[in-house]
Structure formats: structure tokens, C-alpha cells
């Protein structure tokens, strides 16, 4: 036998597949028990969504492979938002793009994300910060998501389009509603409709101010593209609308459960409550980075993310057809434990920290990764350095499903 005539051997086919059966009660009831289970057993399952890449090595391998693609359209069709003004801005901007037109989209607005310009956002987001938590009596409870967590990343996303502080909370409800888009539940159609349309009529407002007053801002560098010939109007209000759905929600949730981990990890503090880990994190505040990471991994905000085959391909020895839907698993990959030892425990220090998989992978991987990952680190810091001695005051709120983990309520005691 050949070399080649070995692999064609082995290569398996969608239908040699074994079958998940993704609608069984307890995959609702206990995801991660659920796909446990199945990564013992395999690393890609058939299930009437299409194919689930469920083992971290892989889930990396698909989400980086270029025959697939996130395909935004197919997911505005599917949830029965073709032909309306949020489908089009959705699938019309970077996430919808493949190829030099992905390019062209993405450099637009690539410079506002550089390290550098990261950096510089680090003693802004401490100052928002303060201002946000203002100043609690000592001994005072106090809710961090709504306090902090929700606030935080609208704010910081206005004052990068040049838009004043008083409009985060409405670009963040509206944003919240809009990427509703991806639960392709019906009943959330006109929500997201409704959102669409009032965040296209912002983002139209906010193009006329910058262009008559042109600033240093996110927006203003998108017009200075569109001008120069590199975006057309209807790309133009997409970016800017894909932009700011995608900024908040999402780094609301990831701050939300690194506080949470933080808070109640079992690690006792030297009076024996629970969250010694926090005291940690204040006196080594380089460590809420790696808390950060540690927090994605354990408990991934986007729990799946999605791949569209556009040709027919193989990949590790499975034959995909062009049209076929991968669901890569990030919850499940997170929890691997060919790659992590003890997978489900909360362990900033842990020797096999590896970047995380919940902002995908490829030439799609989330540009506001880096910004996402600094505002938690600096909420983070600015907390555990104004308060180490904080405490949870209760239980947190979490809401853990496939698709999404959060936390939605955190109550503290203010030492
Ligand atoms: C913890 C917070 C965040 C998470 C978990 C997250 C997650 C993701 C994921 C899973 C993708 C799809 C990547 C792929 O298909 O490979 C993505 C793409 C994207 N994200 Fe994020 N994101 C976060 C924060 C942000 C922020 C703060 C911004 C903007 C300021 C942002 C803007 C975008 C954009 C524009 C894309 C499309 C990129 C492209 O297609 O080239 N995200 N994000």
C-alpha cells in the first residue's frame, strides 16, 4: 500500500461519524458533564446541526483551517433576518467577508486595536473605572455586574468612536439586543430588528458629526477610508454597527466570571474565607492577566463557534463537503483534559495556560480580543489594588449554558 493509498484509508467520511444527540436533557442540564462523556469517545460527532468538533487540538486545527469560514449570512438567514437593515450591516461587515475584501474591511479599523494604542487605553480604562465604582461606604454591599461589569465596556467603546460617556448605556442595551441574532430564536427577531435600526440611525448621526469635526477617534479613521475610496457607504455604517455589537456584551460576561472566579475560589484567605485567590491577584496585580486567561478557559463566555465548509476538504483524516456546518466547541476544548490537568479547576497559575480558544482562531480571530483582555486586566488590578480585602457577599448569579456562560449578578461587601 502506498503512502497516499494509507491516508485515503483512514480518512472518515461526516456519515462514519458517531451521533450526539444535542437536543438530550442532559446536555442542557450539565454541558460540560455532557461533553466529557463524548470526548472520551471521539473527537468529531454528527449531529443534526452538522458536524461537533469537541476536542481542543482540533477545535484549534477547524478554527484556523481557510476551507472554512464563519459564514454571517447563512446565520442572518437563519435567523429569518435576511433582507432587513441588521441582517445587511451584520453580514456586511468583517465577519461576513472572506478573502481581500475581509482585508480591505479589517485594516479599516485594524490600527485602533495595535498594542500601542492598546497600551495607551490602560490608564483610561483605570480612570473609568474609578468613576464607575465611585466611593462605596466601608462595609456597604454592592452588585460588581451592574456596578462595573455592564458599564465598563460600553464606555470605553464610546470614548473610542468619540461618542460622550452618556451614551453607553443605550449603545450597550441596543448592542445587547442585536447580537440576540445569534440565539436564532424567533422570538427575539423583532427585538433584534427594533436594536438594528436604532443603532443604524446613531451610528449615521455619529458619521455626520466626525464629518464635520474629524477627531483622532475609531469613526473618524473610517471615514478618512471610506473618503479615500477604501469602503463603500453601506460598508462604512456595517464596521461601525459590527463594531459596536460586538464590543460590549461579550467583555461584560468575561469580567464578570474572572470577578466571580476571583471572589469564591475555594483558595482560603488567612482569616479562612473563601476567595484567597483575590488577596493573591492584590498583592501581584501581573497576575490578573493570567486570571483573566485562566477565567476564558474555565469558563468561556462564547461557548461555540461556528465554521461553514466553503469547498470540499479533509482535515485530520475527516472528509468535509462544501455546505457543511462545523460547530467548533470552545467550552468543550477548554476543558480537555488531554491539554489541561485538573480541566474544570480555576488555577491562574497553572503551567499549561495556553491562549483561549473563545475569540476563535484565523483570519476572523476577534480584533477586540486585545482590548477585551486589557479592560478586564485593568478593572481587575484597579479593584484588587483599591480593595484587597473584598469579599463575596452571597453566592454570585450564574447562567451557564452551551452557548454562553455569565455571570449576572455578583454582590461584594466593600471592606
Ligand atoms: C471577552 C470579549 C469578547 C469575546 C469573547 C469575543 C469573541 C469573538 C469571537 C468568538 C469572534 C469570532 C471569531 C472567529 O470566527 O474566529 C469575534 C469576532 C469579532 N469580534 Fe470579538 N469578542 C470579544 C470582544 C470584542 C470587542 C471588545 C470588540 C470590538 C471592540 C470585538 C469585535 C469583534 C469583531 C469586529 C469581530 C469580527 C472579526 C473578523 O471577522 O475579522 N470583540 N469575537
Redesign the pocket.
Given at each position: 500500500m502506498t503512502e497516499e493509498s494509507a491516508a485515503a484509508a483512514t480518512v472518515r467520511t461526516v456519515a462514519d461519524l458517531p451521533w450526539m444527540d444535542v437536543d438530550d436533557p442532559r446536555f442542557t442540564a450539565d454541558p460540560l458533564a455532557f461533553l466529557a462523556e463524548h470526548r472520551a469517545r471521539d473527537w468529531a460527532f454528527r449531529s443534526r446541526r452538522g458536524v461537533e468538533i469537541i476536542r481542543h487540538e482540533q477545535v484549534w486545527r477547524f478554527?484556523t483551517d481557510r476551507a472554512l469560514v464563519?459564514d454571517i449570512g447563512r446565520v442572518v438567514e437563519a435567523a429569518g433576518l435576511a433582507g432587513t437593515a441588521v441582517g445587511a450591516h451584520m453580514a456586511g461587515?468583517?465577519?461576513?467577508?472572506n478573502g481581500p475584501d475581509?482585508t480591505r474591511?479589517?485594516g479599516a479599523?485594524a490600527a485602533h486595536?495595535s498594542p500601542a494604542r492598546l497600551a495607551a487605553w490602560r490608564p483610561v480604562i483605570r480612570d473609568v473605572c474609578a468613576a464607575l465604582v465611585g466611593d462605596p461606604a466601608p462595609g456597604a454591599v454592592v452588585d460588581l455586574v451592574p456596578l462595573l461589569c455592564a458599564p465598563l465596556?460600553g464606555v470605553v467603546?464610546a470614548r473610542?468612536i468619540g461618542a460622550p460617556d452618556a451614551d453607553a448605556a443605550d449603545l450597550c442595551a441596543r448592542s445587547d439586543a442585536v447580537i440576540r441574532l445569534f440565539d436564532q430564536d424567533p422570538a427575539h427577531r423583532d427585538g433584534v430588528i427594533a436594536a438594528g435600526e436604532e443603532l443604524h440611525d446613531y451610528v449615521t448621526g455619529q458619521l455626520a458629526e466626525r464629518r464635520a469635526a474629524p477627531g483622532a477617534d475609531l469613526l473618524s479613521s473610517l471615514l478618512a477610508h471610506h473618503d479615500g475610496g477604501r469602503l463603500e457607504d453601506a460598508e462604512l455604517v456595517a464596521?461601525t454597527v459590527?463594531?459596536l455589537a460586538?464590543?460590549?456584551d461579550?467583555?461584560t460576561?468575561?469580567?464578570a466570571t474572572t470577578l466571580a472566579h476571583l471572589l469564591t475560589d475555594p483558595t482560603p484567605t488567612e482569616s479562612g474565607e473563601v476567595g484567597g485567590l483575590w488577596g493573591v491577584v492584590a498583592a501581584d496585580p501581573a497576575l490578573a492577566a493570567r486570571a483573566a486567561v485562566e477565567a476564558?478557559r474555565v469558563s468561556?463566555?462564547?461557548g461555540f463557534?461556528?465554521?461553514h465548509a466553503v469547498r470540499d476538504t479533509v482535515i485530520d483524516g475527516l472528509a468535509l463537503e462544501r455546505g457543511v456546518w462545523i460547530r467548533c466547541s470552545?467550552l468543550s476544548g477548554h476543558h480537555d483534559e488531554r491539554v489541561f490537568a485538573d480541566p474544570d479547576v480555576f488555577d491562574p497559575a497553572r503551567a499549561d495556560q495556553r491562549r483561549s480558544l473563545?475569540?476563535?482562531?484565523?483570519?476572523?480571530?476577534?480584533?477586540?480580543?486585545g482590548?477585551?483582555?486589557v479592560?478586564?486586566e485593568e478593572a481587575v488590578g484597579y479593584l484588587a489594588e483599591r480593595f484587597p480585602g473584598l469579599r463575596a457577599e452571597g453566592p454570585p448569579v450564574w447562567h451557564v449554558t452551551e452557548a454562553l456562560t455569565a455571570v449576572v449578578s455578583l454582590p461584594v461587601r466593600i471592606p
Open positions: 478554527l464563519p461587515g468583517m465577519l461576513g467577508a475581509h474591511l479589517r479599523a486595536f465596556p467603546f473610542m464596521l459590527e463594531l460586538a464590543s460590549t461579550n467583555t460576561g468575561q469580567l476564558e468561556p463566555r462564547v463557534v461556528n465554521r470552545v473563545v475569540f476563535g482562531g484565523g483570519p476572523h480571530y476577534c480584533i477586540g480580543a482590548l477585551a483582555q479592560e478586564i
